[in-house]
Nanobody
Framework: QVQLVESGGGLVQAGDSLRLSCAPSGRFFIRYAMGWFRQAPGKERELVATITSGGSKNYADSVKGRFTISRDNAKNTVYLQMNGLKPEDAAVYYC????????WGQGTQVTVSS
């Protein structure tokens, strides 16, 4: 069982930055692929970024060049650095860990005012 706790969401203005953090439980973090997803009201949950255990990264086109996913295996933490936030980035952001299936955190709200 993997448990995930996100932090770092909040209310910002367009153009601002935020960094989300996620700390999975369990001693096998280093083996997990990790991801950030988001869900805006009335929309389906969508992939934002993923990072494999080896550090390979993948991004949604909508966030390329603005968001950066990273992981610190020593701290058992994965991050999502979000720069140049836009109102359309507003959503609940979910951390996820892959271990035969996706395990989800409870989500953290990101609100971007124009």
């Amino acid at each position: 069982q993997v448990q995930l706790v996100e932090s770092g969401g909040g209310l910002v203005q367009a153009g601002d930055s935020l960094r989300l953090s996620c700390a999975p439980s369990g001693r096998f973090f280093i083996r997990y692929a990790m991801g950030w997803f988001r869900q805006a009201p009335g929309k389906e949950r969508e992939l934002v970024a993923t990072i494999t255990s080896g550090g390979s990264k993948n991004y949604a086109d909508s966030v390329k060049g603005r968001f950066t996913i990273s992981r610190d295996n020593a701290k058992n933490t994965v991050y999502l650095q979000m720069n140049g936030l836009k109102p359309e980035d507003a959503a609940v952001y979910y951390c996820a860990a892959w271990s035969t299936r996706w395990y989800w955190g409870q989500g953290t709200q990101v609100t971007v005012s124009s």
